[in-house]
């Protein structure tokens, strides 16, 4: 089935970068992050019920230089989703729209979701945990 | 009479469906599924992170505790239901070829709800033991 050719109204590449739009597009780009991660989630529990071999490999790949990596970015992707999740909820009930209210929570959202991301890891470090 | 109405037209309450044909369902549904993984996820991610650098044995022996289990469980159809119904909305905006947007739609309901299976059968087995 041929697709016509129709024109595009401007996008991305006509605006300015500002708070607003990053929250959005970030939300959006988390959400795909955490979908993916999900089936790791689901790869993980099916390895712990396989037996402590299956267990070494999931152990072994999260303790490596690269799955620390990507630890600490789902950690952060998760930490962005989650608080400007709340964000959205409130922006539903119809708070948080003036311009101003609108650019201080998208900061509060960015520099929060920094800050759960090193809690997280604050805390996983000083148990020693993939020490 | 929600503070909401005034934002419906008649027409709507008349056909009853709105222009994506089925009401206001999936937005309901998305918003359900995200204050449940709000607290559900403080949760699970309190729980791996008590478990970094646990033997196979603890990590084990958490999953099947039963209250580990069932919020385990929880946590795990409310993220692939609330996953399934976001990349649903991103195939929408921007897969327009209508083979590929269904296949694709198809593609990820399938996903989602094999490793929402797989999951909850691997949690279901550690519980029990088997």
Same mark, same amino acid.
């Given at each position: 089935?041929? &697709?016509?050719?129709?024109?595009?109204?401007?996008?991305? &590449?006509?605006?300015?970068? &500002?708070?607003?739009?990053?929250?959005?597009?970030?939300?959006?780009?988390?959400?795909?992050?955490?979908?993916?991660?999900?089936?790791?989630?689901?790869?993980?529990?099916? /390895?712990?019920?396989?037996?402590?071999?299956?267990?070494? /490999?999931?152990?072994?790949?999260?303790?490596?230089?690269?799955?620390?990596?990507?630890?600490?970015?789902?950690?952060?992707?998760?930490?962005?989703?989650?608080?400007?999740?709340?964000?959205?909820?409130?922006?539903?009930?119809?708070?948080?729209?003036?311009?101003? &209210?609108?650019?201080?929570?998208?900061?509060?959202?960015?520099?929060?979701?920094?800050?759960?991301?090193?809690?997280?890891?604050?805390?996983?470090?000083?148990?020693?945990?993939?020490? | 009479?929600?503070?909401?109405?005034?934002?419906?037209?008649?027409?709507?309450?008349?056909?009853?469906?709105?222009?994506?044909?089925?009401?206001?369902?999936?937005?309901?549904?998305?918003?359900?599924?995200?204050?449940?993984?709000?607290?559900?996820?403080?949760?699970?991610?309190?729980?791996?992170?008590?478990?970094?650098?646990?033997?196979?044995?603890?990590?084990?022996?958490?999953?099947? *505790?039963?209250?580990?289990?069932?919020?385990?469980?929880?946590?795990?159809?409310?993220?692939?239901?609330?996953?399934?119904?976001?990349?649903?909305?991103?195939?929408?905006?921007?897969? *327009?070829?209508?083979?590929?947007?269904?296949?694709?739609?198809?593609?990820?309901?399938?996903?989602?709800?094999?490793?929402?299976?797989?999951?909850?059968?691997?949690?279901?087995?550690?519980?029990?033991?088997?």
């Amino acid at each position: 089935m041929s &697709q016509p050719v129709r024109p595009l109204s401007p996008h991305l &590449q006509v605006y300015r970068w &500002q708070i607003q739009m990053v929250t959005s597009i970030l939300h959006r780009g988390t959400g795909i992050i955490l979908a993916v991660g999900s089936v790791l989630i689901a790869a993980a529990l099916a /390895c712990l019920a396989a037996g402590p071999e299956a267990w070494a /490999c999931v152990t072994g790949l999260a303790g490596s230089w690269f799955g620390l990596l990507v630890l600490f970015g789902w950690t952060w992707a998760l930490a962005y989703h989650w608080i400007n999740g709340i964000r959205h909820l409130l922006q539903d009930a119809g708070l948080g729209y003036s311009i101003a &209210q609108f650019v201080r929570n998208g900061w509060i959202t960015v520099i929060g979701s920094l800050v759960i991301t090193g809690l997280v890891w604050g805390v996983v470090i000083s148990r020693g945990g993939f020490a | 009479m929600s503070r909401f109405d005034r934002f419906r037209a008649p027409i709507k309450n008349a056909r009853g469906l709105g222009s994506a044909k089925d009401g206001v369902h999936h937005f309901i549904v998305q918003r359900i599924t995200a204050v449940a993984l709000l607290f559900l996820a403080i949760y699970v991610v309190g729980l791996v992170v008590t478990l970094a650098g646990a033997d196979y044995a603890t990590a084990r022996a958490a999953v099947a *505790h039963p209250a580990n289990a069932v919020l385990l469980v929880a946590f795990l159809l409310a993220m692939f239901w609330h996953a399934q119904l976001g990349l649903q909305v991103v195939i929408e905006d921007y897969v *327009h070829t209508p083979w590929l947007a269904i296949a694709s739609q198809l593609a990820v309901r399938f996903a989602c709800v094999l490793a929402a299976l797989a999951s909850v059968f691997a949690v279901v087995r550690i519980a029990l033991g088997t």
